[in-house]
């Protein structure tokens, strides 16, 4: 680890203004994802603003959404009660990711901005595109069990790690963000990820300092018919090899309209659209929804080891599809 | 090269040979109900900082990277891994190490509950699991979800939990004694005695 300033502030334009002005400045949350990398000297910043006492640690209700703060932890958004009455797939979601302990350190920025699990990404001997431009990528020739099948390029293949922002992203929340020159503006969440395309470096949509105050998750009706299903290696304290967020919002045996997210198998937190608008107006059937999973792994290509991934998220998607119709509301 | 010197002195069990630049912070950390006021290299995690300045080794060092919670401390009433925080980033926090929970020569009930049950082999993992399972049991007890609770509006009962729900609730402390159903059974004796805990 290379020494390296600490910085906090009480106001999030201060903390968006010095990291602005720092080229290797970054914003500390928990540190989960941040600390651990630091230990390995894969990130090197020589500038660390902590950004837990802007302000941004609350969880605030209306009608038509909630408001949560930006470094409102995992355990918090997870054991919130409305969350848990109104969003169960994101309450499900967060709690499938990581140990209590990590998730009552991570905050909610923190887990939309963490980085790639890639064994490659976080060894500094490897070659890796996402954290030396131009390196190469050892993961597409290398041992590749963990990787994506969607999303990739022949630059990079990593998976997107988090179960949260899977949720997120079927929620169609807004993250809204406080930039160096004191101006806000809201993303859509499907637009924060970026593929890696021929730049597996920029990872999200966000400038340089450019610092997420809270996110904005909009009320929907018939969320409480979903499901999250995590399919991985052991029960617990492990990343998905394949993950679905499901919500059904169904009239009698007809699916009115289907959400459908995809985790551990994608570059970014996936959100399969043609599958849902495929399912909007059919039969919540095992079969139909066998077709939809057809569809949203269509574009998928697999590598050596984690081409059983395909097969594995389209029976993830009939069992949480499934799920979620079974669910008593 | 790694300064004998410095890995000893200035910068504890640090990951880094470059000990020759060191930017110092002070902190005012409570541990275990007694105030510290800290002079530490930003990079030194809370970790290092108990076991090598304060001389708190009981909070014990695995992975050091976040995989097998070890390290598990309770900050400000919440299981953290100190291994992942920094020093730095503690001001003014509570923190209660494994050396805070037994008083008056009596232990805690959860102590208590792993020796009855024998709940560990060679002890290494032991602060950890105990520190996790205090609050898990509080976590119980206020009510909360798990990934293994079948509908997360549902309020969890401390009467009715599953093994499967204990387990999952302390996959973040792991042992390789293997001694996890000795440690499901202290954990389930503290909750259905409902102890306070």
Wanted: proline content about 4%; hydrophobic content about 40%.
């Amino acid at each position: 680890m290379i020494a390296f300033t600490f910085e906090r502030f009480s106001r999030a334009a201060d903390a968006a203004n010095v990291a602005g002005a720092r080229p290797r400045a970054t914003f500390l949350g928990g540190g989960t994802t941040l600390v651990d990398l630091m230990k390995v000297d894969v990130l090197t910043p020589d500038t660390v603003v902590d950004v837990r006492h802007l302000g941004l640690s609350s969880i605030e209700v209306s009608d038509h959404a909630i408001a949560v703060g930006a470094a409102v932890t995992n355990s918090q958004l997870a054991w919130h009660p409305v969350v848990r009455e109104r969003f169960p797939v994101l309450s499900a979601a967060i709690l499938s990711g990581a140990s209590t302990q990590i998730r009552n350190m991570a905050t909610v920025a923190g887990n939309i901005l963490q980085r790639t699990r890639c064994p490659y990404f976080r060894d500094v001997h490897a070659s890796c595109n996402r954290r030396l431009p131009g390196s190469g990528c050892d993961a597409l020739e290398g041992f590749n069990r963990g990787h994506a099948v969607l999303g990739i390029s022949d630059q990079c293949i990593a998976t997107h790690p988090s179960d949260m922002c899977v949720a997120l992203a079927v929620l169609d929340a807004e993250v809204h963000t406080q930039r160096p020159d004191g101006t806000t503006r809201s993303i859509p969440f499907g637009d924060v990820h970026l593929a890696p395309g021929d730049t597996p470096q920029v990872e999200v949509a966000l400038e340089h300092g450019e610092l997420i105050t809270h996110i904005i998750i909009p009320s929907l009706p018939g969320a409480q018919r979903s499901h999250y299903l995590k399919v991985r290696d052991r029960a617990s304290y492990e990343f998905a090899l394949a993950s679905a967020a499901v919500v059904l919002d169904l009239e009698g045996e007809n699916i009115r309209a289907a959400r459908l997210g995809l985790g551990g198998i994608a570059t970014t937190p996936w959100r399969a659209s043609e599958a849902e608008r495929f399912l909007a107006g059919r039969t919540a059937s095992d079969s139909t929804f066998r077709e939809a999973a057809e569809i949203a792994l269509a574009g998928a290509v697999g590598r050596a080891h984690n081409h059983f991934k395909i097969e594995l998220a389209k029976r993830t998607i009939v069992r949480a599809f499934a799920a979620a119709r079974d669910t008593n509301v | 090269m790694r300064s004998h010197e410095c890995f000893n002195r200035r910068v504890p069990a640090l990951w880094t040979d470059r000990c020759d630049e060191v930017i110092d912070v002070t902190v005012t950390i409570r541990v275990n109900d007694t105030p510290h006021e800290l002079s530490v290299d930003t990079r030194v995690t809370l970790l290092d900082a108990l076991r090598d300045l304060l001389g708190l080794t009981g909070t014990k060092k695995g992975c050091d990277q976040g995989a097998c919670g070890a390290c598990t401390v309770i900050v400000d009433g919440q299981r953290v891994l100190s291994c992942l925080t920094l020093a730095a980033a503690c001001e003014g926090q509570q923190v209660v190490t494994i050396e805070g929970l037994a008083g008056g020569g009596e232990l805690h009930p959860m102590q208590a509950a792993f020796l009855h049950c024998d709940g560990f082999q060679c002890g290494y993992c032991t602060p950890g699991q105990i520190l996790s399972a205090i609050c898990a049991v509080r976590e119980v007890h206020a009510g909360v979800p798990s990934y293994a609770t079948a509908d997360v509006r549902q309020t969890v009962n401390a009467a009715t939990l599953t093994d499967e729900e204990i387990r999952e609730r302390m996959s973040g402390n792991l042992c390789r004694c293997a001694a996890y159903p000795n440690i499901v059974a202290a954990v389930r004796q503290v909750l259905t005695n409902e102890v306070p805990s």
